[in-house]
């Protein structure tokens, strides 16, 4: 029997969306101390709360850049309502939450704030995503792409302000969450495409072929970071290297459903089961990801 909507029924779909948001509330809010428990670092203030904004960030360009990709995947054909416009305002209120959460936390005015480095690149991620946002509620969303890059460029310097080759960081990191919301953020627009036509096996073959290239940049961006930023005696007596393990475990079990649901449209069969459960697998992969900008970088710790 073939169950209504996406994932089941209404109530199956109810259900397991309070699940997975009480998990996912759990993960942000004690993921950062139960990951640094025996580590001697110290607590980072307010991490739960900073995770939590930097996951609404990093979903929001996700499910913007997926949408503006997934339109020109889809071709033809109805189209789900736009989440984008939502999406950008959310990651811009996040931003400015966390400007005035760092001014909190620091003592300090916000008009000081302001003339930090990490203020600054703030501001430029609120202001981008607000223009993100007026793009798409243009005639033009496409032209967001333009301060979706801008957001992207200001997160990869936040993410790198160390002083040894910070370039290479900048770069390996702009490829890297670029490549991350093109994955999540198409997949979801290309699920929510196929349940509005009741099929559409073309368009998930469409995006498979851009997935594969995606794919391949995550792994290559992703091992150049690792190596560069945890020394290897630290993956197990650091917070970052041990989220880090549980991100690389979630990411090969989102490659290896992602190759199941690539050999069922080879064969013929129903992709849709094993590319939903890809995507509920690289959502927990996006909270760890906000996860690991929040707990202290290992490169200072360790010698």
């Given at each position: 029997m073939t169950l209504p909507g996406p994932f089941g029924t209404p109530t199956r779909r109810l259900t397991a969306a309070v699940i997975a948001a009480a998990t996912v509330l759990t993960v942000v809010l004690l993921g950062a101390s139960l990951a640094q428990t025996g580590t001697g670092e110290l607590e980072i203030p307010a991490a739960g709360?900073?995770?939590l904004l930097r996951l609404l960030v990093v979903t929001a360009l996700a499910v913007h850049i997926g949408e503006i990709a997934g339109v020109r995947i889809a071709g033809e054909g109805p189209l789900p309502r736009r989440w984008s416009l939502p999406a950008a305002v959310v990651g811009c209120a996040a931003?400015?939450?966390?400007?005035i959460l760092l001014a909190a936390i620091s003592g300090l005015k916000l008009?000081?704030?302001?003339?930090?480095?990490?203020?600054?690149?703030?501001?430029?991620?609120?202001?981008?995503?607000?223009?993100?946002?007026?793009?798409?509620?243009?005639?033009?969303?496409?032209?967001?792409?333009g301060p979706l890059a801008v957001a992207i460029g200001a997160e990869a310097?936040?993410?790198?302000?160390?002083?040894?080759?910070?370039?290479?960081?900048?770069?390996?990191?702009?490829?890297?969450?670029?490549?991350?919301s093109l994955w999540?953020?198409?997949?979801?627009?290309?699920?929510?495409?196929?349940w509005l036509r009741g099929g559409g096996r073309d368009v998930l073959m469409r995006y498979a072929k851009m997935a594969a290239w995606v794919f391949a940049a995550l792994a290559v961006t992703g091992t150049c970071s690792t190596l560069?930023?945890?020394?290897?005696?630290?993956?197990?007596?650091?917070?970052?290297?041990?989220?880090?393990?549980?991100?690389?475990a979630l990411f090969g079990l989102a490659a290896l459903l992602a190759l199941t649901a690539r050999r069922r449209m080879l064969t013929g069969g129903d992709a849709r089961p094993p590319a939903r459960v890809e995507?509920?697998?690289?959502?927990?992969?996006m909270v760890l990801s906000a996860l690991l900008t929040v707990v202290p970088d290992p490169h200072w710790l360790l010698p």
């Open positions: 709360t900073i995770t931003s400015a939450g966390l400007l008009t000081t704030v302001y003339g930090l480095r990490e203020g600054r690149l703030l501001l430029v991620t609120a202001n981008a995503l607000a223009l993100a946002a007026l793009c798409a509620a243009g005639r033009r969303p496409a032209l967001a792409l310097l936040r993410a790198h302000p160390e002083s040894y080759s910070p370039a290479i960081g900048v770069g390996l990191t702009v490829v890297h969450l670029t490549a991350a999540f953020g198409t997949l979801l627009h290309v699920l929510r495409t196929m560069r930023r945890l020394p290897l005696d630290g993956i197990l007596t650091t917070a970052y290297g041990r989220v880090l393990l549980v991100k690389l995507l509920g697998v690289l959502a927990a992969v």
